[in-house]
C-alpha cells in the first residue's frame, strides 16, 4: 500500500485564450498511492477534471512535473497503464455490449479468444453477465455505464480514472452504483480517481478527498478518509461520515470566500 | 389509408393543372388551324383539339402515357424492347453511365474526404477547388470532356460517367467530411486513451459515425449523377440515352416525345433513389442508428 502511482509538483496548466491565460491549474502537490481510492470534489471550473485529462496524457502541464507509475503520462498512455471512464457511456450503437468492451482489446491486437475471456470475466465484475448480445439502447443509463466500466477495466490497467461518471444518473441508480464500484474497488485493488460534484458521493466512495478551488485551480484541503474500508449505504448516517463531510464542506466554502 | 387521400389530392391537382395548362397553351394552334379551314370552334371542340394534337406546344397526359407504353410495353409485347426506338433501350444507356459514373463519384467523393479529414493541407487547399468546380456549368464542361477523352481515344460510356462522376462527387465529399467529423471530443479522447492509431479511429470510429451523412449523400448523387449522363448523352450527336431522345425529340419538335422521355427520367432517379433509400433504412437500423 506504500508504493506511489502518482506524482505532481508544482503543476500548472494555463489555457490560453482570447480574453486572456485562464490558470486552470496552479500548484499542484499532489501524491496518490497504490490501491488508493482517491476523489477530487470541488466547483465547476476549479480544474479537477483538468488535473485528471493532464494525468490521462490529454492535457499538456505548462509548468511542473508529474509521473505517473514513475513515467510521464505519454508513455503511461502508450503503456495502457489506465481505464478512462467519461461522465457519458459513450457506447457505440451499432456495437452489442460485448463488442463494445472488445473494443480497446481489438486496438491493442489481442487474440480472440483472450478477448472473449475478458468480456466474460468483466462483465461478471459490473454485474452485466447474460447482457454480451443487447445492444446499448436496449439497456437503461446506469447498466450502460456499467458496461463502459466494464470496458475500461477488460484491458487490465492499474488505474482508472473516472470524470463524474455517474453525474448523469439518478440518486438511487447512483447509489447503487457507488456500492458496486467500492465492491469492484475491493476485488480488484485498482487505483481510482474520482471526480465528482457530490459530498456524499466522495466521502461514501474514497480514502482520501481532494478538495479544490477555482480562480486559479489549486487544492484546499487534502482529507484523508478514517471510515472503515467495508462501507455499508447506512455508513452515511454516522458521525463520522458526517464529520468528514463537513470538512470536505468547510474546504469548499473556504475556497469560495472572496465570490 | 390517412397517407394516401393527400398523395391522392396532389396527383390529382397535377393532373388538373396539366390538362388546364395544356388547353391553355395548345388553343392557338387550335383556332389557328380552325381559322385557316374556315370553322368555328365550339369550346369543346377546341378543348379536344388541344388534347390530341400531334405536336402540341404541351402533350396531355394520357397522350405521354400512349407514347410511354408504345416506347416500353408494346416493344417488349412485339420481342422489341432493345431496339433503337424503345425506351427500355434508351433507359438502359443512360442507367449505365448513370451507375458508373455514381460509383466513381462516389469513390472520388469519400477519397478526397477522407484525405481532408486526416490532412490539414488538403483540408486547407482542396475544399475551395471541390466548391470551384461546382460553380462552373456543366453543360460548358460537357463538351470538352467529350472532346478530350475522344483526342486520347475514349469514347462511348466512359466520357459521360465522367461528366456524371463531376455531378455526384460534390455531395459526397461534402456529406462524407462532415460524417467523418461526426464523432465528438469525448469519443476521440476515448480513443486515445487507448492509444489508437489513425487507421483504427477511422475504421472503428470515423466510418461507422459518417454512415448516416452517407446515405444522406448518396441520394443527392444519384440524382446528380442521371443528370450528368443526360447531359453528356446531348453532345455526343445523340447516339442513345433519355438525352438523345429529348434532343431528337426537340430537333423535329416532338414534344410527346421529349415529355416522355423526361418522365422516364424522373421515375428512373426516383427508382434509384428510392433503392438507396431502402438499403439506407436496413442498415442504419442495423447499426442502431436509425432517426
Redesign the interface.
Known sequence: MSETVVKAENLSLTFETNDGPVHALADIDLEIKKGEFVSFIGPSGCGKTTFL?VM???EKPTAGSITINGVSPEEA??S?A???V???A?L???RTIAGNIK??L???GLTKADQAARVARVLDLVDLTGFEKK???QLSGGMQQRASIARALA?DADILLMDEPFGALDEIVRDHLNEQLLQLWAKTNKTIAFVTHSIPEAVYLSTKIVVMSPRPGRIADVIESTLPTKRPLDIRDSPEFLEIAHRVREGLRAGHAYD | MRSILPILTVVLAIFVLWYGMAVKLNAPWAYDKAKRADVTLSFSEMVADTWSQNKPRLPAPHQVTREIWKTTGAMIAKGKAFSKRSLIYHGWVTLSATSLGFVMGTMLGIFLAIGIVHNRAMDMSVMPWVIASQTIPILAIAPMVIVVLNAIGISGLIPKAVISMYLSFFPVVVGMVKGLRAPDHMQLDQMATWHASRVQVFWKLRLPSSMPYLFTSLKIAMAASLIGAIVGELPTGAQGGLGARMLTGSYYGQTIQIWSALISAAVLAAVLVGIIGIIQNITLKRMGMAR
Do not use: H, S, V
Request: hydrophobic content about 40%; overall charge positive; glycine content about 8%.
Open positions: 485529462r490521462a496524457d490529454l498512455r502508450k495502457r489506465y481505464g478512462y467519461f461522465q457519458a459513450g457505440y450503437p451499432w473494443l480497446p481489438e486496438i491493442m445492444f446499448p439502447w484491458f
